[in-house]
């Protein structure tokens, strides 16, 4: 076991604003508004399950169709820097449609486990140890869970401003780590190549 709380702290810190749980508040309450109720539990268990899942049979899928984890993570770094841009601008490149039905859809994928945090976990892999990246997805489902359960009262408090201010600070936060990530994986493959 190489548990590195280091590792831990950056993974947590790449996966929370990738996730930008806290930035979904306005999504999650239209949600609740139109289905009645989301489930919270049901949907954290799900967003789990796939984020550890892709976290191990990740790598097996990409060896499949010949990528391999540097050049993964060099176009991962591509799409949390677009996400990073998204959330400091406050503009959306990327929009998926209304959903009809929440819990499972959309919220445990593709709004917490969608493509931006499943690619953030490959390309975490390429560089931290995996039992230090499964603490970092468990502490921010738990993070999940309790924002989910207590989404209105957060919104109450933190006002539309204080969710746009970290918005933005993690926003400046992912962008940076998005050019480590292109850089740290540039290099592994240059040197692969050399």
């Known amino acids: 076991m190489n548990f ?4 831990i702290a950056t993974a947590g810190m790449v996966l929370f604003a990738v996730i930008d749980i806290l930035g979904s508040i306005p999504i999650i309450l239209s949600l609740r508004s139109k289905v009645g109720h989301v489930q ?3 949907a954290s268990i799900v967003a789990i399950s796939i984020m550890i899942a892709f976290l191990f049979v ?3 899928i990409l060896s499949l169709i010949g990528i391999d984890v540097n050049s993964f993570a060099v176009a991962g770094a591509f799409i949390i820097f677009f996400l990073a841009i998204e959330m400091i601008l406050g503009i959306s490149i ?5 959903p009809e039905t929440a819990s499972i859809v959309p919220i445990a994928f593709p709004l917490i486990a969608g493509a931006g945090t499943l ?10 140890h995996v039992e230090n990246i499964i ?5 921010n489902v738990i993070f999940v869970y309790i924002v989910l359960k207590s ?7 933190l006002g539309k401003n204080g969710l746009n201010i970290i918005r933005k600070v993690f926003g400046v936060i992912l ?10 994986n540039v290099n592994g493959l240059l040197s692969h190549g050399a």
């Open 151 to 157: 989404s209105a009262r957060i919104e109450r408090i």
């Open 58 to 60: 990740g790598e097996s």
């Open 175 to 184: 962008m940076a780590i998005a050019v480590k990530l292109f850089v740290t």
């Open 135 to 139: 603490v970092a997805i468990i502490i």
């Open 40 to 42: 919270s539990e049901k």
């Open 94 to 98: 990327y929009k998926d449609d209304e």
């Open 4 to 7: 590195n709380f280091k590792e």
């Open 119 to 128: 690619t953030s976990i490959l390309s975490l892999r390429a560089e931290y």
